[in-house]
């Protein structure tokens, strides 16, 4: 009996010592890949800009080429250059009436500038007024802010005031389509707990991530969303430091542009440069 014991012991030792071990990396847990972001300190800017009183009512602001930013005043028909390197105005173009302009931007050599009715002027580089756009809806009685989304070709305008929900309507350049691309409801607006109010002032789209950023002068802040209208995170704004945050742009580095206007002094632009981080 004893010699029987010891002989299945020895065979159940085999048995276990030939069976395939499992491999140690499905014991492993895969960790969530991280996503590398561009993120900025919004209370530390790089560069302040102080503009000409020509641009103390600054209300919208684009990227045109290295060291020149494209300006507009909410009151005059009047594109303005801006050279960063030289801080000075480089180049006007007069090209109509004076209005009430709340956006510019410009995309493949022409400027885009947005009435706050909704009616798009096209300036070629000559000055030249090519093309009027007609954007207004009866719902929306302002629009404030006007962005370019090369991933579709489509022009970004954003609603400052209009009945329901705040809105960010989409203009595509190639079929000329206009629609409703996403609505910013009061839930995602006030997620932070703040209560104050948002009226969209500006917007940009970051063009090394593809996220919109939709500014508020009204309400100091920016939120940022995906192309899907997600929203990823919201800055709380300083109003000493943005006075009245009235345009928003990137230059193709992700370097991001804010300008405020003066409210009765200087207008100016900050400058905030990308930091990668982990998230």
């Known amino acids: 009996m004893n010699r029987l014991i010891i002989l299945l012991s020895i065979f159940s030792l085999i048995v276990i010592s030939c069976e395939p071990q499992k491999n140690k990396s499905e014991k492993i847990e895969t960790s969530k ?32 080429s290295e060291n020149m930013l494209v300006c507009i005043n909410d009151e005059l028909g009047i594109i303005y250059h801006y050279d960063l390197e030289k801080e000075e105005i480089s180049k006007t173009i007069d090209f109509g009436k004076n209005g009430d302009y709340e956006g510019v931007e410009m995309v493949d050599g022409l400027t885009y500038v947005l009435n706050s009715t909704g009616k ?8 030249e007024i090519i093309e ?7 719902q929306v009685s302002e629009y404030e802010g006007i ?29 000329h389509s206009y629609q409703v691309k996403f609505t910013l409801p009061k839930s995602m607006i006030e997620s932070n ?10 917007i940009a789209v970051n063009p090394q991530t593809g996220d919109i950023y939709v500014l508020a002068s009204t309400g100091k802040k920016i939120m940022v969303l995906n192309n899907k209208g997600e929203k990823k995170t919201q800055y709380n704004l300083d109003s ?14 992700g370097d991001l542009f804010i300008a405020s206007e003066g409210r009765g002094v200087k207008g100016y632009v900050l400058k905030f440069i990308p930091a990668n981080i982990l998230q």
């Open 33 to 64: 890949e991280k996503e590398i972001v561009f993120a900025y300190n919004l209370n530390e800017p790089s560069q302040k800009f102080i503009l000409p009183n020509k641009l103390s009512e600054i209300s919208g602001l684009s990227y045109y």
């Open 120 to 127: 798009i002027t096209v300036v070629n580089v000559e000055g």
């Open 132 to 138: 009027t756009i007609d954007c207004s809806l009866k």
């Open 147 to 175: 962005g370019f989304e090369a991933l579709t070709n489509s022009l970004l305008l954003a609603a400052k005031e209009e009945r329901g929900e705040k809105k960010i309507y989409s203009y595509n350049l190639n079929d």
């Open 193 to 202: 707990g703040t209560g104050k109010e948002f009226k969209p002032s500006g």
């Open 240 to 253: 000493e430091l943005f006075r009245q945050p009235e345009g928003i742009c990137f230059s193709p580095e």
